[in-house]
């Protein structure tokens, strides 16, 4: 098993900059992809980008071009920069790490990210 912990979320005004760290409690060297999701009230649990072990991301249309998905293995640890938020990018952020040996899914407590307008 792995455990993963979201730091780095926090108040913001539209425009700014916010990195969230995802740390996990071991090494993620057999962590087969590594991924930030968020939840706004109301809504349901969306991905936001994802990062694969060696290195392929992939990111919501949303996001593209304004979020940077990255991951150092050496650290155990995930990151997750954010410009240019927007108000709609409120929400709760949570961490998602897939084992690739035990095929175990694991998920962080999430860390609230508000965008003031």
């Known amino acids: 098993q792995v455990q993963v912990a979201e730091s780095g979320g926090g108040l913001v005004q539209a425009g700014g900059s916010l990195r969230l760290t995802c740390a996990a409690s071991r090494s993620i060297f057999t962590i087969r992809s590594m991924g930030w999701y968020r939840q706004a009230p109301g809504k349901q649990r969306e991905l936001v980008a994802r990062?694969?072990?060696?290195?392929?991301?992939n990111y919501a249309d949303s996001v593209k071009g304004r979020f940077t998905i990255s991951r150092d293995d050496a650290k155990n640890t995930m990151y997750l920069q954010m410009n240019s938020l927007k108000p709609e990018d409120t929400a709760v952020y949570y961490c998602n790490a897939v084992d690739g040996s035990t095929w175990g899914i694991y998920w962080g407590q999430g860390t609230q990210v508000t965008v003031s307008s």
């Open positions: 990062i694969i072990s060696g290195g392929s991301t």
